[in-house]
């Protein structure tokens, strides 16, 4: 397969995790949506790596998915936190910044 | 024993400075009161010792003794020191004399005063001691200029010195405000002057001016510039407005500073500069003119006062008209001469009104009268100082103003002349006009039981000895001028033989002044001349007179109308343009958060989608314009 195809593939993930930050109403949701997106760089990353005979962008993508895994466990705590403050876990609830 | 006239003199003038700034320093010491009043007396008679034998150590050779002040690429700029020739040392003998008596005399007059107040006091008369000290001995135009703005500074604080009484301290910032207004003329003369010649030295200004070698383009404006100063300082028209609400101070200090030394200080700084004002014989000719209208208006004024000291105020600004005329009319040696004789007879006059003000509780003519029983040493000595101002022969004016009159006369000035002839007749009457109210005539015991109470109920009485040493000293020096001078009258030449008046000019002057005094006495000694129907006479005068002339009013319709009006427009420029501009700045940018506020909503979400849309426009860009 070509270089093109896996970089379609990681666009494809990417919008799909955005669409997802975008939409959902739920913020754990939001949290999968973030999840999506970080692994569509891992593909590019790996994709790179392999074509490029590079070793370094499979490097990064195994600090990506430390980073990954340790920003799901904080989001995490984050919501359940929120969840115990605020009883909601709604987005569109969450603005207290509104100007 | 020091000899050189420069070293004594400079002793004369660091003495009061001494006083000053002990007493300045030292505040304990100062609101003791009294040891302060002695600590400045003390150096006071020292600094009139020094100055005395300056004077006799000078004669006719100069002493000068100069410091570098302001060093400059091309020498130095300026410098300080002490010019002691024959005119400073005399002046500052005078100004010695007179600061010493009228300390002395203030002992007594002013032993109402709590003890901080008097320690002030005397603080004020050693900084002006020191002060005038220095204008006199200055030897550029920079000290004369320091000098000139401390004698106006401490005339301010002295006027000012009851300040809880609003008449005085209006008067002191009118005082202060009015000179300064002549002050800038100075000051700008001033500098015209070191731009035209490049030195503000006295001795080389002179050496310029004699040999020819000062430009004569614009040298017109410097004098004129440079009489400004003198206008406001020596209170001539229309400036004179200050000096008669400058009675509000203490009755010495309007002997000291208002009639013997600082209103002098134009007069003296003309003679001066008298070889400055020759080359600008059109300058002469106004300070002539205006001399003799000031001399006129305020002899007229003098004539309907009921306050004692603005009678004597009146008459000074009258006299120093006179000195400034005899300048004008280019004999400088006549003003000085009578500059002098002024001052004696001057504080003397003051000094017996000060008696008389302290005896009786008022300055009121109406409320004196029959003192010449109660306080013979007053009376006597007023009069003789009376008749020194009236120019009677034998006293210390006569021979003065008989100069004056022979220079104007023979300057040619034919109109300053008949007016000074006018202003003697007057100030013979109105001297003893207040003579005769004050001294003869009934007591008027009604005011004084009235307002003093039982303890000094009808008992006016001669003052203590502090104020009658000093009244007695000045008296018999007034008397001395006067007997030596009028004996000695050919031998006392100043000036040229040909500035000489005419023979009939003696006989004239004195048949005037003693008509004057017939004149007063008929109308309030012998009442064959009602006063009323005398006034009723001179209605439109009289009754200009009582207004002023309504000179204070001009300047105050001025100050109204341009001062005010000038700032209004400011004001209202800054109200509405500037603060309408900053207001409408600050509005419209109120208004603009108020419209955009509702981008920022809060939520996470909607700040990603802006985040991914303006991504996605900036991608787009860079595929487009960069493509």
């Given at each position: 397969?070509?270089?093109?195809?896996?970089?379609?593939?990681?666009?494809?993930?990417?919008?799909?995790?955005?669409?997802?930050?975008?939409?959902?109403?739920?913020?754990?949701?939001?949290?999968?949506?973030?999840?999506?997106?970080?692994?569509?760089?891992?593909?590019?990353?790996?994709?790179?790596?392999?074509?490029?005979?590079?070793?370094?962008?499979?490097?990064?993508?195994?600090?990506?998915?430390?980073?990954?895994?340790?920003?799901?466990?904080?989001?995490?705590?984050?919501?359940?936190?929120?969840?115990?403050?605020?009883?909601?876990?709604?987005?569109?609830?969450?603005?207290?910044?509104?100007? | 024993?020091?000899?050189?006239?420069?070293?004594?003199?400079?002793?004369?003038?660091?003495?009061?400075?001494?006083?000053?700034l002990v007493l300045a320093v030292a505040?304990?010491?100062?609101?003791?009161?009294?040891?302060?009043?002695?600590?400045?007396?003390?150096?006071?008679?020292?600094?009139?010792?020094?100055?005395?034998?300056?004077?006799?150590?000078?004669?006719?050779?100069?002493?000068?003794?100069?410091?570098?002040?302001?060093?400059?690429?091309?020498?130095?700029?300026?410098?300080?020191?002490?010019?002691?020739?024959?005119?400073?040392?005399?002046?500052?003998?005078?100004?010695?004399?007179?600061?010493?008596?009228?300390?002395?005399?203030?002992?007594?007059?002013?032993?109402?005063?709590?003890?901080?107040?008097?320690?002030?006091?005397?603080?004020?008369?050693?900084?002006?001691?020191?002060?005038?000290?220095?204008?006199?001995?200055?030897?550029?135009?920079?000290?004369?200029?320091?000098?000139?703005?401390?004698?106006?500074?401490?005339?301010?604080?002295?006027?000012?010195?009851?300040?809880?009484?609003?008449?005085?301290?209006?008067?002191?910032?009118?005082?202060?405000?009015?000179?300064?207004?002549?002050?800038?003329?100075?000051?700008?003369?001033?500098?015209?002057?070191?731009?035209?010649?490049?030195?503000?030295?006295?001795?080389?200004?002179?050496?310029?001016?004699?040999?020819?070698?000062?430009?004569?383009?614009?040298?017109?404006?410097?004098?004129?510039?440079?009489?400004?100063?003198?206008v406001g300082k020596s209170a001539q028209?229309?400036?004179?407005?200050?000096?008669?609400?400058?009675?509000?101070?203490?009755?010495?200090?309007?002997?000291?500073?208002?009639?013997?030394?600082?209103?002098?200080?134009?007069?003296?700084?003309?003679?001066?500069?008298?070889?400055?004002?020759?080359?600008?014989?059109?300058?002469?000719?106004?300070?002539?003119?205006?001399?003799?209208?000031?001399?006129?208006?305020?002899?007229?004024?003098?004539?309907?006062?009921?306050?004692?000291?603005?009678?004597?105020?009146?008459?000074?600004?009258?006299?120093?008209?006179?000195?400034?005329?005899?300048?004008?009319?280019?004999?400088?040696?006549?003003?000085?001469?009578?500059?002098?004789?002024?001052?004696?007879?001057?504080?003397?006059?003051?000094?017996?009104?000060?008696?008389?003000?302290?005896?009786?509780?008022?300055?009121?003519?109406?409320?004196?009268?029959?003192?010449?029983?109660?306080?013979?040493?007053?009376?006597?000595?007023?009069?003789?100082?009376?008749?020194?101002?009236?120019?009677?022969?034998?006293?210390?004016?006569?021979?003065?103003?008989?100069?004056?009159?022979?220079?104007?006369?023979?300057?040619?000035?034919?109109?300053?002349?008949?007016?000074?002839?006018?202003?003697?007749?007057?100030?013979?009457?109105?001297?003893?006009?207040?003579?005769?109210?004050?001294?003869?005539?009934?007591?008027?015991?009604?005011?004084?039981?009235?307002?003093?109470?039982?303890?000094?109920?009808?008992?006016?009485?001669?003052?203590?000895?502090?104020?009658?040493?000093?009244?007695?000293?000045?008296?018999?020096?007034?008397?001395?001028?006067?007997?030596?001078?009028?004996?000695?009258?050919?031998?006392?030449?100043?000036?040229?033989?040909?500035?000489?008046?005419?023979?009939?000019?003696?006989?004239?002057?004195?048949?005037?002044?003693?008509?004057?005094?017939?004149?007063?006495?008929?109308?309030?000694?012998?009442?064959?001349?009602?006063?009323?129907?005398?006034?009723?006479?001179?209605?439109?005068?009289?009754?200009?007179?009582?207004?002023?002339?309504?000179?204070?009013?001009?300047?105050?319709?001025?100050?109204?109308?341009?001062?005010?009006?000038?700032?209004?427009?400011?004001?209202?420029?800054?109200?509405?343009?500037?603060?309408?501009?900053?207001?409408?700045?600050?509005?419209?940018?109120?208004?603009?958060?108020?419209?955009?506020?509702?981008?920022?909503?809060?939520?996470?979400?909607?700040?990603?989608?802006?985040?991914?849309?303006?991504?996605?426009?900036?991608?787009?860009?860079?595929?487009w314009v960069l493509a």
């Amino acid at each position: 397969m070509s270089l093109q195809a896996y970089l379609t593939l990681a666009a494809a993930v990417f919008c799909i995790g955005l669409f997802g930050v975008m939409t959902r109403r739920n913020t754990i949701g939001i949290l999968l949506g973030i999840e999506l997106m970080l692994n569509a760089v891992n593909i590019n990353l790996v994709a790179f790596a392999r074509f490029g005979g590079d070793v370094t962008g499979l490097i990064f993508t195994v600090f990506t998915i430390c980073i990954t895994v340790s920003e799901a466990a904080l989001g995490l705590a984050i919501v359940i936190l929120l969840f115990r403050v605020r009883r909601t876990v709604t987005a569109d609830h969450l603005d207290l910044l509104r100007g | 024993m020091m000899t050189d006239p420069g070293l004594l003199a400079l002793v004369a003038l660091l003495l009061p400075a001494l006083s000053f700034l002990v007493l300045a320093v030292a505040a304990p010491l100062r609101r003791l009161g009294r040891p302060a009043a002695w600590f400045s007396i003390l150096c006071a008679g020292g600094s009139l010792a020094a100055a005395v034998q300056a004077w006799a150590a000078g004669g006719d050779d100069v002493s000068r003794l100069l410091w570098a002040w302001l060093p400059a690429g091309g020498g130095t700029l300026a410098s300080v020191g002490v010019l002691a020739d024959a005119d400073s040392t005399l002046m500052l003998t005078l100004v010695a004399l007179v600061a010493f008596l009228v300390q002395l005399y203030s002992v007594g007059y002013l032993s109402d005063e709590p003890p901080p107040g008097l320690g002030r006091y005397y603080t004020y008369q050693s900084l002006f001691a020191f002060s005038m000290m220095a204008l006199v001995l200055a030897p550029n135009f920079v000290q004369l200029f320091i000098a000139w703005e401390l004698v106006g500074l401490c005339s301010y604080l002295l006027i000012g010195f009851w300040y809880q009484k609003p008449e005085a301290a209006r008067a002191a910032t009118k005082a202060f405000w009015i000179t300064k207004a002549g002050d800038v003329g100075l000051l700008i003369g001033i500098v015209l002057l070191w731009r035209q010649s490049g030195t503000f030295d006295f001795f080389e200004l002179r050496l310029l001016a004699e040999g020819g070698a000062l430009p004569l383009a614009g040298l017109s404006l410097i004098t004129f510039c440079i009489y400004l100063g003198a206008v406001g300082k020596s209170a001539q028209f229309p400036l004179h407005v200050w000096l008669p609400d400058a009675m509000e101070g203490p009755t010495p200090v309007s002997a000291l500073i208002h009639a013997a030394t600082m209103v002098t200080a134009g007069v003296y700084l003309l003679t001066r500069t008298e070889w400055l004002f020759a080359l600008t014989p059109e300058v002469l000719a106004v300070v002539a003119w205006i001399g003799a209208f000031t001399a006129l208006l305020a002899a007229v004024l003098a004539c309907v006062q009921d306050d004692i000291k603005r009678v004597l105020a009146y008459s000074t600004v009258s006299q120093l008209g006179y000195m400034m005329t005899a300048i004008g009319a280019g004999l400088a040696a006549a003003g000085f001469f009578h500059l002098l004789t002024h001052g004696l007879f001057k504080a003397l006059l003051f000094l017996g009104a000060g008696a008389v003000i302290h005896a009786v509780h008022s300055n009121d003519l109406s409320h004196m009268g029959g003192l010449a029983r109660r306080m013979p040493h007053t009376a006597i000595v007023f009069l003789v100082g009376t008749l020194s101002l009236a120019g009677i022969p034998f006293f210390g004016g006569f021979l003065s103003k008989e100069e004056i009159l022979g220079a104007v006369w023979a300057g040619g000035f034919v109109g300053p002349f008949l007016l000074l002839m006018v202003v003697a007749l007057l100030t013979a009457f109105y001297m003893f006009r207040v003579v005769f109210l004050a001294f003869f005539g009934e007591p008027a015991t009604a005011h004084i039981t009235a307002t003093v109470g039982a303890a000094h109920a009808g008992h006016p009485h001669d003052p203590p000895a502090s104020m009658r040493v000093p009244l007695w000293i000045l008296a018999a020096m007034s008397l001395g001028v006067g007997i030596s001078s009028t004996m000695a009258g050919q031998m006392l030449q100043f000036g040229p033989a040909e500035r000489e008046g005419p023979a009939w000019l003696m006989p004239s002057a004195v048949g005037v002044a003693l008509a004057g005094i017939l004149l007063a006495w008929l109308t309030y000694q012998r009442r064959t001349i009602d006063a009323s129907s005398l006034a009723a006479a001179f209605g439109p005068i009289r009754r200009a007179a009582l207004a002023r002339f309504w000179i204070d009013d001009i300047f105050e319709g001025g100050y109204r109308v341009g001062l005010l009006g000038f700032s209004r427009a400011v004001g209202w420029v800054d109200r509405y343009l500037v603060d309408g501009v900053l207001n409408a700045l600050s509005a419209w940018t109120l208004t603009a958060g108020d419209d955009v506020r509702g981008m920022q909503t809060g939520r996470a979400q909607d700040y990603v989608y802006g985040v991914a849309v303006g991504l996605l426009v900036l991608l787009l860009w860079v595929q487009w314009v960069l493509a």
